[in-house]
């Protein structure tokens, strides 16, 4: 899922680069108090922080790094568990014009598959209604493509595929730790989030930071906010905006200040925190094209778990390797 892998700044991003099949939205990884060094990524997330108020109902800058650092630990664990989920997610697009007034909309629904262990993305709709034949079979065509590149995988390609999303992993463990480096945080307060308690925090770029990653130097141009339930101590809640402007990647994409990123989690079979509804205005150009005024809207919906590894897909049995 695209939902704390990627900072808030590539969330941003992401919706206008071209997504691999079976890479449903993954979430950016949330950051810790900057004001001293980030936690070893090995902590235990088990071990519940003291996180109790002082008398003013604030949390010092100590319980907050303990926070975040449990808040990050436990978003490995949702993107573990979000591979034993199938689930329907919606996109609509919408074209702007100067005054932010809706010129298009564009909808495209998915039922997300996993397959061999690769999520997948088939679509079933578009603007909200079923697919033509001839478009119904090439998104089987599409599975079915996924199913015997996995099926034929030799050893070699197995273990090469496998140690890249180790690293990928490893990458996603550092750059929590730029996060981590890149912000001063505040306890604002508490709020209400799907009827639970949240923690209220507030994050601005810190003016000593020196990024160590590639991808960490467009930290600094973003700012916001983010809501950590209080029982479960998950991501709930996040609202991100772009400071200044930004160039990004191969594709020229440059976003301009103004540009927002807002995400709401729910908390899923008791077990896991996963993505509800996210949405993006960003306003954007891409290489030597005309600017590109679109705000983006992600819902999910129908979270099912497998009862056992044996996945459907379509008129086909796919039995998920071990």
């Known amino acids: 899922m695209r939902v704390l892998r990627l900072a808030a700044a590539l969330f941003l991003l992401s919706p206008l680069l071209p997504a691999q099949d079976g890479q449903p939205p993954a979430a950016p990884p949330v950051p810790a108090s900057s004001d001293q060094p980030s936690a070893s990524p090995t902590a235990k997330a088990d071990s519940p922080p003291d996180l109790t108020p002082d008398a003013s109902g604030m949390l010092s800058q100590q319980q907050m790094r303990d926070l975040f650092r449990v808040v990050a630990q436990k978003d490995e664990e949702n993107n573990k568990y979000v591979r034993n989920y199938t689930y329907i997610e919606r996109e609509v697009e919408n074209k702007l014009d100067g005054k ?20 997948v993305r088939r679509l079933i709709e578009k603007d909200d209604k079923p697919l033509s034949d001839k478009d119904k ?20 390609e197995r273990r090469k595929r496998e140690e890249k999303e180790e690293k990928e992993r490893e990458d996603g463990r550092k750059f929590v730790r730029e ?3 890149a912000y001063n945080f505040k306890l604002v307060g508490t709020e209400q989030v799907g009827g639970r308690d949240a923690w209220v925090i507030d994050g601005e770029p810190r003016p000593e930071f020196v990024p160590q990653m590639k991808e960490a130097k467009f930290l600094p141009k973003f700012h916001g906010r983010v809501w950590i339930d209080k029982s479960d101590l998950q991501l709930a809640k996040m609202d991100v905006e772009c400071l200044d402007t930004i160039s990004w990647g191969v594709f020229l994409a440059r976003f301009h200040k103004g540009s927002r990123f807002m995400l709401e989690q729910t908390r899923v079979n008791n077990e896991v925190w996963l993505p509800l509804h996210l949405e993006a205005k960003i306003d954007a150009r891409l290489a030597l094209l005309k600017n590109l005024d679109v705000g ?6 129908d979270y099912r778990k497998f009862g056992s590894s044996t996945k459907i897909v379509g008129m086909s049995e796919v039995q998920e390797q071990k």
């Open 100 to 119: 932010g007034n809706v010129k298009s909309t564009e909808t495209h629904t998915y039922e997300i598959l996993e397959i061999y262990g690769e999520q």
């Open 137 to 156: 079979s090439k998104e089987e065509e599409k599975i079915q493509k996924v199913i015997d590149k996995r099926k034929n995988e030799s050893d070699d």
């Open 179 to 181: 996060v981590a480096d």
């Open 296 to 301: 983006l809207e992600q819902s999910f919906r």
